[in-house]
Nanobody
Framework: QVQLVESGGGLVQAGGSLRLSCAAS????????MGWFRQAPGKERDFVAA????????YYSESVKGRFTISRDNTKNKVYLEMNSLKPEDTAVYYC???????????????????WGQGTQVSVSS
């Protein structure tokens, strides 16, 4: 089992930046793709970004493409989400999760992931 702990959330003004971190422990982290999702109050959990096991391939939702960057450091068992040019509509709880299967999959469905962390709140004021 992989345990995930997110950190780095907070309150920021529109146009600002935040860097989220996801620390993993447990089974072989570096063999699995990782994803970031977010959930706003009253809404479903939405895909934000995914990165493959080696970190050389990533995929983003259209709403964050060009503003957010996902990366990973397998030597530290961490995944990051660099968020720039933040907008009020980015306000949500952000979660990281592990792809259920090892490999290069850059899946966007939440059902393809497991071992969800507890989430970190990101609030963007206008």
């Amino acid at each position: 089992q992989v345990q995930l702990v997110e950190s780095g959330g907070g309150l920021v003004q529109a146009g600002g930046s935040l860097r989220l971190s996801c620390a993993a422990s447990g089974r072989t982290f570096s063999s699995y793709a990782m994803g970031w999702f977010r959930q706003a109050p009253g809404k479903e959990r939405d895909f934000v970004a995914a990165i493959n096991w080696s970190g050389d391939s990533a995929y983003y939702s259209e709403s964050v493409k060009g503003r957010f960057t996902i990366s990973r450091d397998n030597t530290k068992n961490k995944v990051y989400l660099e968020m720039n040019s933040l907008k009020p509509e980015d306000t949500a709880v952000y979660y990281c999760a592990v792809d259920l299967f090892p490999g290069d999959g850059l899946r966007i469905a939440a059902q393809s992931y497991g071992n969800w962390g507890q989430g970190t709140q990101v609030s963007v004021s206008s």
